[in-house]
Every structure is written in C-alpha cells, then in structure tokens.
T-cell receptor, first 113, second 110 residues
Framework: GAVVSQHPSWVICKSGTSVKIECRSL??????MFWYRQFPKQSLMLMAT?????????EQGVEKDKFLINHASLTLSTLTVTSAHPEDSSFYIC?????????FGAGTRLSVL | GIQVEQSPPDLILQEGANSTLRCNFS?????LQWFHQNPWGQLINLFY???GTKQNGRLSATTVATERYSLLYISSSQTTDSGVYFC????????????FGTGTRLQVFP
C-alpha cells in the first residue's frame, strides 16, 4: 500500500531555534499534503494544507509565519517550526490523500527546552 | 465546521470482552475513516466507511450516513487492541481534508 515517510521521528531543540520536519510520499505523488498537531491526550488538529507549487492554506488560529510550509515537489512537503518555544512541544503528523483514504506518516515528537 | 464527537471517551475492558465505539458527526460527509493510534503515535487505517457495513477479522464498522453516526465494533478484545481510536470525516465541500473526532481511549487488561 501507499507509504508516507516522516522524518525525524523525534527531535529535541533549544528554545529560539528552528526545526524542519519532512514528509515524503514514497510510492505516489501528492499535490496536497496535510499537517496535524496533537497535544498529549488530545485529538489531532489540522494545522494547514500544503499545496504543491503554491502557498499553503492555514487553519484559523495557526500562525503562518511561525509554521512555514513548503511543498516544492510532488513527493515532499516540509514544515519548519521557527523560533520554537516550549509551548510548541507537540506531536506533528503529516498525511497525503490516496484513492479514498488518507495515508499518515509516523509522526514527529518535538520537545523544545 | 463539522463537529465530530466520539463516545465513550474512555473504556476499560477485560480481555475477551466486546465493545462498541460511537462517532457522531454534525453534517453530511464524503468520507469517514476509523483509525487506531498505537502507543508510539502511528495512525493505523482500520476502515474507510462513508456508508454501510464492513468487517475485518474481529473488527467491524457501520456508518448510517443519513443519521450522521458510525459505530466501530471490537469483538473478543485483546491487550494489543489498547490505544486510542479515532474516527475522522471529510465534509462534502472540503475535499480530502479530514476532521478528527475526540477519540476513545481503550485499555484492555489480561
């Protein structure tokens, strides 16, 4: 079946630094990808829609200058958390749509110290 | 936007028991999926079920689209069934964008 690879799976960084998370569709092309955030014991909240070759679409309340999304090719979307702070610590998950269903990456656990 | 509520929020079972998880959604949908999130956070597709009934081993799901709910049945539960179960829906006019429910946390004890 279709595979979505997400990297890194776990990252610790200092407050004020930037972190880049990659999401790749390995055996299919994705003109659209989605980025979700999940806080402990909560559901997944959609952050933004990544569009290949154009600007991302952000959900209400998500700071586009803080969460930079780039979708430069049909198989790669990146999420950069800029000037990370402890409150940005969370589990970030990407997905790409296939026929009928969404395929999800394994997630990235971000801890900001 | 669409609201997706799941019940119960928490469920504790002994191995071998059966359970029913419910997902209510507030508007018509194009797509409904059930997921199991394992302890490492990986989301595992269980069912794509915008309507009707499907079965896969000990799991089955039913969606009644006209009444805006879906049910996930787990029979003869095992400890490996533990984790969080999410339903997620795609609205009629938001192609591919999945909205997740509140989740049901299941713990199965031996």
């Amino acid at each position: 079946g279709a595979v979505v690879s997400q990297h890194p799976s776990w990252v610790i960084c200092k407050s004020g630094t930037s972190v880049k998370i990659e999401c790749r569709s390995l055996d299919f092309q994705a003109t659209t990808m989605f980025w979700y955030r999940q806080f402990p014991k909560q559901s997944l909240m959609l952050m933004a829609t990544s569009n290949e070759g154009s600007k991302a679409t952000y959900e209400q309340g998500v700071e586009k200058d803080k969460f930079l999304i780039n979708h430069a090719s049909l198989t790669l979307s990146t999420l950069t958390v800029t000037s990370a702070h402890p409150e940005d610590s969370s589990f970030y998950i990407c997905s790409a749509p296939g026929p009928n269903i969404q395929y999800f990456g394994a997630g990235t656990r971000l801890s900001v110290l | 936007g669409i609201q997706v509520e799941q019940s119960p929020p928490d469920l504790i079972l002994q191995e071998g028991a059966n359970s029913t998880l419910r997902c209510n959604f507030s508007d018509s949908v194009n797509n409904l999926q059930w997921f199991h999130q394992n302890p490492w956070g990986q989301l595992i597709n269980l069912f794509y079920i915008p309507s009707g009934t499907k079965q896969n081993g000990r799991l089955s799901a039913t969606t009644v689209a006209t009444e805006r709910y879906s049910l996930l049945y787990i029979s003869s539960s095992q400890t490996t069934d533990s984790g969080v179960y999410f339903c997620a829906v795609e609205g009629l006019y938001n192609t591919d964008k999945l909205i997740f429910g509140t989740g049901t946390r299941l713990q199965v004890f031996p």
